[in-house]
């Protein structure tokens, strides 16, 4: 079945980069059927979608205005992963980190996160 | 962005209860909904597409229902493994929003 593996560190200290990998078993980051998304989760903020990479012919990436001017994720295809790497980090952006699959398959379904990473707390402290 | 309210926050009820649970889209998203379940410590668990569709495997006291702005999610009968934290999310456009969640806890 699928598994996402997510790593990283847990602390990060302000104004520097958050970099995050989640890697995959049992699907591919080149799939035409799935996109590839990080989501985060914080008592201030709950859950809030951070953005995406998929591919359809060539890579795309769609980011939340909230961040898109400090998130980059790419894809590995080597090591069929990708990654979040968050610059500028502040305190506020302390939560649980985490990657999901969305596939295209569902049926009338929209983007549904069908497969999750265990998430990963990251700390933004000095 | 479309904002997804839920209510109420936090609900306690028994095992063998009926739990329903609301959910309100800002505007009309039809029936692009999802359905998740979280316990502590853990990743949110896809339950429910489409507004009433369970996705394979998830118990059939669970259903959805609604369209447009309202939705429900109703656990008919609760067992002790539902005990934890519901969210609804819209899923067809961007940014992707999710609800404040609803804690289902023990009574």
């Known amino acids: 079945q699928v598994q996402l593996q997510q790593s990283g560190p847990g602390l990060v200290k302000p104004s520097q980069t958050l970099s995050l990998t989640c890697a995959i078993s049992?699907?591919?980051?080149?799939?035409?059927?799935?996109?590839w998304n990080w989501i985060r989760q914080s008592p201030l903020r709950g859950l809030e979608w951070l953005g995406r990479?998929?591919?359809?012919?060539?890579?795309?990436?769609d980011y939340a205005v909230s961040v898109k001017s400090r998130l980059t994720i790419s894809p590995d295809t080597s090591k069929n992963q990708f990654s979040l790497h968050l610059n500028s980090v502040t305190p506020e952006d302390t939560a649980v980190y985490y990657c999901?699959?969305?596939?295209?398959?569902?049926?009338?379904?929209?983007?549904?996160?069908?497969?999750w990473g265990q998430g990963t707390m990251v700390t933004v402290s000095s | 962005d479309i904002q997804m309210t839920q209510s109420p926050s936090s609900v306690s009820a028994s095992v063998g209860d009926r739990v329903t649970i609301t959910c309100r889209a800002s505007?009309?998203?039809?029936?692009?909904l999802a359905w998740y379940q979280q316990k502590p410590g853990k990743a949110p668990k896809f339950l429910i597409y489409?507004?009433?569709t369970l996705q394979s495997g998830v118990p059939s006291r669970f259903s959805g229902s609604g369209s447009g702005t309202d939705f429900t999610l109703t656990i008919s009968s609760l067992q002790p493994e539902d005990f934890a934290t519901y969210y609804c999310?819209?899923?067809?456009?961007?940014?992707?929003?999710f609800g404040g969640g609803t804690k289902v806890e023990i009574k």
């Open positions: 999901a699959r969305v596939d295209v398959n569902y049926h009338l379904a929209g983007d549904v996160f069908d497969i």
């Open positions: 049992g699907d591919s980051v080149s799939s035409n059927s799935a996109a």
């Open positions: 990479t998929y591919y359809k012919s060539q890579w795309y990436n």
């Open positions: 505007q009309n998203i039809n029936t692009w």
């Open positions: 489409a507004a009433s």
């Open positions: 999310q819209q899923t067809n456009n961007f940014p992707l929003t």
